[in-house]
């Protein structure tokens, strides 16, 4: 780290002193006899003295900011601002009044103190700032007078370093933290909150990579601090005539780099690199520079020699490439080919034109040798092949079914018939007046058979098991059935389909169902057959990621005959539908389940006979049970598979 360190002349202040603590000691030590001979320093260029002399030759600019010359009274602050800089530091602001100023900055423990001995602190700024939403070191700044002059006093919390500059009449003191310095990386932060005329900005740090130096300067010519960093940094700096003015400085181990830049800033300058060469200006001047040299190029441009350019188009399309190449072409004015009328537009100059033939699906071109060759670049990248994906779906559709119903028929019939009474049991009253009357009749009355309860199973195929007794004129029937149903079923369809990259492409498999209608009018009752589809369909677009994945937008479909419903006029069939559309980023040859839908059902029914369902055990003559359970399940995978196609 190389430490230099100079003040102005200033009455009841340390004298001038310049200790250099690097390898240069020498050549600063000698510089200081050489005072007199550089008492007009502004009239020489900097880059004609040798590097001690230039840091000695600030006494002569900074002996005009002596403050014994000051008017007292005549100077003061006229703002104090604050806001938050680059990586989390605290950047302090002061405005004075006029031209003149001489702050000092000092470390006190955990406080910043920066005194201005020849500077007035009006009353309205005698007050503290709490700065603490800001997110910096600084925590408090308090401003005070001190005797004719200010004191302003920051009170920071944490390990920091701190640094200050003048330019003009403005002294700005930043305190950076020093995890911030050390970590050296570009990070954006967070705009603050602002409070009593701070103002908060949003920037982004940059690393620094430069070894520590420190200046302490006060007033010294600009082109004086830009011979020691080009001291320091081994680089030739080229300073333009129009550098001029003074700067005051403090920084402490802070990186060269840095220390240009800031000074650059503090300035109004700005740099441009070549190799070793630094170029240092101001920025309007660089901004001017930079546009002749830009018009010189494009005046060259229109007086170049135009050559025209035949370029076979392969995979591509010469008219979509045109289209690409030229804003006409985009905007459909160009018909069979695309010309730029008088400005630059696209990839083309402004005397060049784009034009193609769709036959040989050919380009040609017309413009000067430059933009041509970077045409010809530009369509070899393009005109490459396109990679192909390979897409495989699996439906898979599981059923899984369970009934088992009970039922009971119950039936008794009798007569009973001697000389005091009749009495007969049967099913209902017309069967009981029937026996009832061949007994007052004296006839042998028939007994009629008939059921009490009929609750059998409905199913189909349902098991039963019948019981008679018949004994001394009385019948007496019984039947039970029972069925248990048990189902599964599988359906797998597997569609495969292979597309380009960013190509639709669709599969269909599946029947279209015909049932007839009936229509009215002239021709009324006449059939008309109608059809619905019921199929199977993968429609997917794909697009291959720059690193490698695969994202498809996709439709699957998956249609089944569920049955028919009659309505009189013919049988119309049902369609069970299944569809998923989805978008899906994915893995090359990574499985995925885009899609399921899983469906319970469970019902249990009951009917039976009130009161006599409900006596145990011979309850189960007068009800019947029936219980369903039924699950299915749907389910889609897909499997996608890049094909790299390799250009010959």
């Keep these: 780290m190389t430490v230099f360190e100079a003040t102005s002349l200033r009455p009841a202040r340390r004298p001038l002193a310049l200790r250099p603590t690097s390898r240069r ?67 302090l602001i002061v405005h004075f009044s006029g031209n003149g100023a001489v702050p000092d900055l000092r470390n006190q423990g955990s406080s910043v103190v920066i005194s201005v001995g020849n500077a007035q602190l009006p009353a309205s700024l005698q007050k503290p700032l709490n700065v603490t939403d800001f997110a910096t070191p600084v925590q408090r700044i308090d401003a005070s007078p001190s005797g004719n002059g200010a004191q302003i006093v920051l009170s920071t919390s944490g390990p920091y370093q701190s640094m200050a500059y003048q330019t003009g009449r403005d002294y700005i003191v930043e305190i950076v933290p020093k995890a911030a310095v050390a970590a050296g990386t570009g990070a954006t932060n967070a705009t603050a909150p602002t409070a009593m005329g701070a103002t908060a900005s949003t920037t982004t740090t940059r690393g620094y990579t430069g070894h520590p130096v420190t200046f302490n300067f006060q ?12 001291e320091e940094s081994n680089l030739n700096i080229v300073a333009s005539d129009t550098v001029s003015g003074n700067v005051t400085l403090r920084l402490i181990n802070v990186p060269w780099d840095q220390a240009l830049d800031i000074v650059l800033q503090a300035k109004g300058l700005d740099k441009r ?29 229109n007086r170049a020699e135009m050559v025209t350019e035949y370029i076979p188009i392969s995979y591509g399309n010469a008219e979509d490439l045109a289209k690409l190449l030229t804003e006409e072409a985009k905007n459909g004015q160009s018909g069979g080919g695309a010309s730029t009328g008088g400005q630059s537009r696209g990839f083309l100059s402004p005397r060049g034109s784009i034009s193609f033939d769709r036959r040989t699906n050919t380009l040609l071109v017309i413009d000067i040798p430059q933009r041509v060759a970077s045409i010809k670049d530009l369509v070899h ?64 009355p028939t007994i009629t058979r008939g059921l009490n309860t009929n609750l059998p199973s409905t199913l189909a195929g349902a098991g039963s098991l019948a019981l008679s007794i018949l004994n001394g004129g009385y019948a007496l029937d019984m039947e039970l059935s029972a069925l248990q149903t048990e189902g599964r079923g599988e359906i797998i369809s597997n569609p495969r389909i292979v597309t380009s990259n960013q190509k639709e492409a669709t599969i269909t498999q599946g029947q279209e169902i015909g049932y007839l209608t009936t229509t009215g009018g002239a021709n009324a009752n006449a059939p008309t057959v109608q059809f619905k589809n019921a199929v199977l369909m993968l429609k997917v677009t794909p697009t291959i990621t720059a690193d490698g ?39 090359d040859g990574q499985t995925v389940v885009i899609g399921g839908v899983y469906e319970f059902k469970n019902s249990q029914d009951m009917s039976k006979v009130p009161f006599l369902a409900d006596i145990p055990i011979l309850g189960n003559l007068f009800k019947k049970k029936n219980r369903t359970n039924s699950k299915a399940e749907l389910l889609i995978f897909v499997t996608p598979k890049v094909l790299r196609v390799a250009q010959r």
Excluded: H
């Design 219 to 230: 007033d010294v010519p600009v082109r004086t601090v830009l011979q020691l960093i080009a």
């Design 273 to 301: 690199r070549s190799g070793n060469v630094v170029w240092i200006a101001p920025q309007a001047e660089i901004s001017k520079y930079e546009q002749d040299r830009e018009d010189a190029r494009i005046a060259i441009e």
């Design 25 to 91: 000691a020498m050549l600063v030590g000698l510089a200081t006899g050489l005072l007199a001979a550089f008492s007009a320093v502004n009239a020489a260029p900097p880059a004609a003295m040798a590097p001690g002399m230039l840091a000695t030759a600030q006494v002569a600019a900074a002996a005009g900011m002596d403050p014994a010359k000051q008017v007292p009274g005549a100077l003061s602050v006229a703002d104090i601002d604050f806001k938050r800089g680059d990586g989390g530091a605290g950047r």
């Design 549 to 587: 994945r695969v994202f498809l937008n996709m439709d699957v479909t998956k249609d089944d005959l569920q049955g028919y419903i009659d309505t009189g006029a013919g049988q119309v069939p049902t369609i069970a539908k299944r569809e998923v559309t989805t978008a899906v980023l994915m893995e």
């Design 381 to 444: 990248e393009l005109d490459k092949p396109v990679d192909q994906v390979v897409i495989e779906a699996r439906i898979v559709i599981a059923n899984e079914s369970f009934a088992r119903e009970i039922g009971a028929k119950f039936g008794i019939t009798g007569t009973q018939q001697n000389t005091l009474f009749s009495n007969s049991i049967s099913t209902n009253i017309a069967n009981q007046n029937a026996l009832v009357t061949s007994a007052v009749n004296g006839t042998i």
